[in-house]
């Protein structure tokens, strides 16, 4: 008894595996974005500062984030005519809810930092030598802070930034 193979059948046979090897599930090699990754990079912007004695300025900022997936460092520098504002803090998620420390260097400002990320909104509480709160509401190109404080100079800092 002879077998015979037709010239087709071993381009068959290749099409049937390359086929099947472009439709296996493949462990992906981007791992899943985690609740902070869409703040990484750098971002630039104008924003407010008002002081206790109720002066107010503008300011240029410029903000960096470094991290991701559930760890955030960040530092805020912004400058005014007379003033600046440097904010630092390193933070941590899980699930859902955030602790780390904060610190505003120039009025010589620190404390921990606690709260919740909900969707593109970071809302912190700021206790220690400092109190007060902080917003981070942001999307892929554009993000806005709101900081207020007691028992400090620094009232509040608004800043809206862009990705840069």
Do not use: H
């Not at 709160?133 to 942001?138: A, I, K, L, N």
């Amino acid at each position: 008894m002879r077998i015979t193979v037709g010239r087709s059948l071993p381009l068959r046979l290749l099409a049937v595996l390359a086929l099947t090897i472009a439709l296996a599930p493949w462990p992906s090699s981007r791992a899943a974005a985690g609740p902070f990754d869409t703040l990484l990079g750098s971002w630039r912007g104008n924003g407010q500062i008002r002081l206790s004695d109720g002066r107010t300025e503008r300011l240029k900022c410029n903000a960096y984030y470094t991290g991701g997936g559930s760890q955030l460092g960040m530092a805020i520098r912004c400058q005014s005519e007379s003033s600046s504002v440097e904010i630092r803090s390193k933070l941590s998620q899980t699930g859902g809810r955030i602790s780390g420390t904060w610190e505003e260097r120039t009025f010589n400002a620190t404390g921990t930092a606690s709260g919740q990320a909900t969707g593109d909104r970071i809302n912190l509480q700021i206790s220690g030598g400092v109190t007060g709160t902080m917003q981070v509401s942001y999307s892929g190109s554009r993000q806005s802070v709101a900081i207020s404080t007691q028992g400090i100079a620094l009232k509040s800092v608004t800043i809206d930034l862009t990705r840069s």
